[in-house]
């Protein structure tokens, strides 16, 4: 059983450029989760499927930011028009049905860095 | 703001020490979990508690919730270089998102 798995694992972009990210959650996870780490804080929020349909969105993914999960698979990140303060470690994470708590499983991170 | 508060930021011990992390908010919890994590990683899931009051133990990790849902505490006994790493804690409060803490930072030294 393999866990959540991200790509790539690290991305250097310039200003201005369009980015993409993709998450490949746990197999049998319907609730797949985004969020965005910066350097001496933890990870927050930025927005949450239940299969295909997004059901939840922070106020911090402004209108450049926009998140798929068309098959209720796997899950597309992308950034329009990078800023150097997108720069971040952006992180999937991924629960199972069913559960009364809300347990997450995280990937290893894609770190951003926008020059 | 942080919802949720760690103490210490930063702690450096030696080998062979015990140490007390805790995670603090004024916010009532329906869970809370706490995770490790390593520079260029994700943070993995040591353990969820959800019951007030609740003592959980993980080998030398022992992970406590309060009474009231409000704040929880890890207590690693011997610490070892292994454990070094960011402890986060995260709490869930019925929505779908977690709110997690700003971590503690941990140093163990041989």
């Known amino acids: 059983d393999t866990g959540v798995s991200q790509d790539p694992r690290h991305k250097i972009t310039k200003r201005g450029q369009n980015v993409t990210f993709r998450c490949d959650p746990i197999s049998e996870h319907n609730r797949l989760y985004w969020y965005r780490q910066t350097l001496g804080q933890g990870p927050e929020f930025l927005t949450y499927?239940?299969?295909?349909?997004?059901?939840?969105k922070s106020r911090l993914l402004s209108d450049r930011f926009s998140a798929e999960r068309p098959k209720g698979s796997f899950s597309t990140l992308e950034i329009q028009r990078t800023e150097q303060g997108d720069s971040a470690m952006y992180l999937c994470?991924?629960?199972?049905?069913?559960?009364?708590?809300?347990?997450?499983?995280f990937g290893p991170g894609t770190r951003l860095t926008v020059l | 703001t942080q919802l949720l508060e760690q103490s210490p930021q930063f702690l450096s011990i030696q080998e062979g020490e015990n140490l007390t992390v805790y995670c603090n908010s004024s916010s009532v919890f329906s869970s809370l979990q706490w995770y490790r994590q390593e520079p260029g990683e994700g943070p993995v899931l040591l353990v969820t508690v959800v019951t007030g009051g609740e003592v959980k133990k993980l080998k030398r990790l022992t992970f406590q919730f309060g009474d009231a849902r409000k704040d929880s505490s890890l207590h690693i006994t011997a610490a070892q270089p292994g454990d070094t790493g960011l402890y986060l804690c995260a709490g869930a409060r019925g929505g779908n998102k977690l709110v997690f803490g700003a971590g503690t930072i941990l140093r163990v030294k041989s």
């Open positions: 499927f239940q299969n295909e349909a997004q059901l939840e």
């Open positions: 994470a991924s629960s199972p049905p069913g559960r009364e708590y809300n347990e997450q499983f």
